[in-house]
């Protein structure tokens, strides 16, 4: 039908959501300030972010999970 996007090529190299989770927590791991206080839920692509974390550094937790690949689509962070 128009306008319907085709379905996925079979062996796509599209992430999983699993995938995608993890390498966004490897980015925040590896980041110069604490990000321990937020969880990452990744879901057809879509990331939320929960938790706790300092205000200074919000900006840089949003810019570090876009590099890696993701979107936050659901912040439910409370910032600090």
Not at 25 to 45: I, P, T, W, Y
Not at 50 to 75: M, P
Request: net charge negative.
């Amino acid at each position: 039908a128009p306008g319907r996007l085709p379905p996925p090529t079979p062996g796509a190299t599209a992430r999983s959501d699993e995938e995608l989770r993890d390498d966004i927590l490897q980015c925040l791991n590896q980041a110069d300030f604490d990000a321990s206080g937020l969880s990452v839920h990744v879901e057809n692509g879509a990331v939320t972010l929960r938790g706790k974390g300092e205000s200074a550094f919000k900006e840089r937790v949003l810019d570090l999970i876009n590099a890696c690949g993701g979107l936050v689509t659901d912040e439910q962070v409370r910032w600090q």
